[in-house]
């Protein structure tokens, strides 16, 4: 089970990194968009130092035939490192694409993933992660977790080595939902994990321990104050 950021935030990724343990970065153009006019190149350097390179970083390409993607994907990973992986739509060229890079030995996740018949395709393509949109699944009354679940289905069977990258969510519950059909990994905004821990029972448990300790020892004792004997 594993977390990733679905930001281009440097500022976030900097803040939201330091409690969460995320597994990685991903990104598309509508998250950059987000960002505005960035230093494309620079910016994503920027956040391989903060996260290391032990972890993902997932750019995603533009090109929508086979010999861009190719193309496009030389270019990222000269000029950010050869750790990126490269974010493929599945399409009938996506899926060219994907075939392409896997037999130059280069990362791929396979994105966009509304069907079943994408997943498995790119599955068998070898991408190296697939990312079924969640939420926008479920806006088009297809049943995401059943899609994960026949995903995660298929490779336990054939011991395939593709990870479910999960992805377009709306709250939490979609990301336990995902985690329970069968995903190992998913990426949501930092704000999204920021806010599903400012569920006031949460902080009124922390103010509750903390009222029955200063009953017991005062106001001003912390555990720090105690005798050690």
């Given at each position: 089970?594993?977390?990733?950021?679905?930001?281009?935030?440097?500022?976030?990724?900097?803040?939201?990194?330091?409690?969460?343990?995320i597994?990685?970065?991903?990104?598309?153009?509508?998250?950059?968009?987000?960002?505005?006019?960035?230093?494309?190149?620079?910016?994503?350097?920027?956040?391989?130092?903060?996260?290391?390179?032990?972890?993902?970083?997932?750019?995603?390409?533009?090109?929508?035939?086979?010999?861009?993607?190719?193309?496009?994907?030389?270019?990222?990973?000269?000029?950010?490192?050869?750790?990126?992986?490269?974010?493929?739509?599945?399409?009938?060229?996506?899926?060219?694409?994907?075939?392409?890079?896997?037999?130059?030995?280069?990362?791929?996740?396979?994105?966009?993933?509304?069907?079943?018949?994408?997943?498995?395709?790119?599955?068998?393509?070898?991408?190296?992660?697939?990312a079924?949109?969640?939420?926008?699944?479920?806006?088009?009354?297809?049943?995401?977790?059943?899609?994960?679940?026949?995903?995660?289905?298929?490779?336990?069977?054939?011991?395939?080595?593709?990870?479910?990258?999960?992805?377009?969510?709306k709250?939490?519950?979609?990301?336990?939902?995902?985690?329970a059909?069968?995903?190992?990994?998913?990426?949501?905004?930092?704000?999204?994990?920021?806010?599903?821990?400012?569920?006031?029972s949460?902080?009124?448990?922390?103010?509750?321990?903390?009222?029955?300790?200063?009953?017991?020892?005062?106001?001003?004792?912390?555990?720090?104050?105690?005798?050690?004997?």
């Amino acid at each position: 089970m594993k977390f990733l950021f679905d930001t281009a935030n440097i500022e976030d990724i900097r803040r939201y990194s330091e409690f969460f343990p995320i597994a990685g970065i991903t990104s598309n153009p509508s998250i950059i968009k987000k960002e505005g006019k960035i230093d494309f190149f620079n910016h994503f350097k920027e956040i391989r130092e903060i996260i290391g390179r032990d972890k993902d970083l997932h750019i995603q390409i533009l090109a929508e035939d086979a010999e861009g993607i190719l193309k496009e994907t030389e270019t990222i990973l000269e000029n950010v490192d050869d750790k990126v992986c490269i974010k493929v739509p599945v399409t009938e060229q996506g899926l060219k694409g994907i075939r392409t890079l896997k037999a130059k030995g280069i990362s791929v996740t396979a994105t966009a993933i509304y069907t079943k018949i994408q997943g498995l395709l790119a599955i068998e393509a070898g991408a190296d992660f697939i990312a079924p949109y969640f939420n926008r699944m479920e806006n088009m009354d297809i049943n995401p977790r059943e899609v994960i679940s026949t995903f995660a289905n298929m490779i336990s069977e054939y011991n395939y080595s593709t990870k479910i990258l999960a992805a377009s969510f709306k709250n939490i519950g979609q990301v336990n939902d995902a985690f329970a059909a069968g995903a190992q990994m998913v990426t949501v905004s930092p704000d999204l994990l920021h806010t599903a821990f400012k569920m006031p029972s949460i902080q009124k448990a922390v103010d509750d321990f903390v009222a029955d300790w200063k009953g017991v020892f005062g106001e001003k004792v912390s555990i720090c104050d105690l005798p050690n004997n």
